[in-house]
């Protein structure tokens, strides 16, 4: 089954901050954030490994509460370029090296 | 960073002809590749997993004569769609993680570097 993502979509104007949030029904490994653009390959954005782990590049973090199987994935004063749509991708307990994919989330950045 | 090549970037075909989907990974060797089907505005369905010398693994309610995949060597990977009909339209991404080769377990804190996505037509 997989991770359910919200919000499904959010518009937001340039500057403004999202909260992306990815929920698993399943006990997780790992998780990984990815941002498509349309037409094109998700590209990777970061891991979070441990439990309670946050990571974060430039205006992008996340953190991965193990416990409640959650990610959630910030965007701080969002750029243009931020336009797309946001998967989570899991990894089960011990390793099993498929992602699941999240439901996505649509992200918009108008100026 | 590692680099994964799909080829064809878009394909149309008539209906009941079989189209060849290829995904390589450049720079580093894959035992294990993942071949995902993606419909608009969906996300990414894991299809099967390809196996380098084995059988490929399927998800469940794929199925497995239509998509017939071979892994023959370390970097390739291929997917056919054979019999293609118009709902098998679709985008199909193939992707692969860093292995440690020894083990034939994966890298901790590997990332999946996906082909370019291939969009296929069938008409």
Request: charged share 20%; aromatic share 10%.
């Amino acid at each position: 089954q997989q991770p359910v993502q919200s919000p499904q979509a959010v518009i937001l104007r340039e500057g403004e901050d999202a909260v992306i949030n990815c929920s698993s029904s399943k006990a997780l490994y790992s998780v990984h954030w990815y941002r498509q653009k349309h037409g094109e390959a998700p590209v990777f954005l970061m891991i979070l490994l441990k439990g309670g782990e946050q990571k974060g590049h430039e205006k992008i973090s996340a953190s991965f509460n193990e416990k409640k199987q959650q990610s959630s994935l910030y965007l701080t004063a969002s750029q243009l370029s931020y336009s797309g749509t946001y998967f989570c991708g899991t990894e089960p307990r011990f390793g099993n090296e498929k992602l699941t994919f999240g439901t996505g989330t649509r992200l918009t950045i108008i100026p | 960073g590692a680099v994964v090549s799909q080829h064809p970037s878009w394909v149309i075909c008539k209906s009941g002809t079989s189209v060849k989907i290829e995904c390589r990974s450049l720079d580093f060797q894959a035992t294990t590749m993942f071949w995902y089907r993606q419909f608009p505005k969906q996300s990414l369905m894991l299809m099967a997993t390809s196996n380098e010398g084995s059988k490929a693994t399927y998800e469940q309610g794929v199925e497995k004569d239509k998509f017939l995949i071979n892994h023959a060597s370390l970097t390739l990977s291929t997917l056919t769609v054979t019999s293609a009909h118009p709902e098998d339209s679709s985008f199909y991404i193939c992707s692969a993680r860093e292995q440690d080769l020894r083990g034939r377990e994966f890298l901790l804190n590997t990332e999946a570097f996906f082909g370019q996505g291939t969009r296929l037509t069938v008409v």
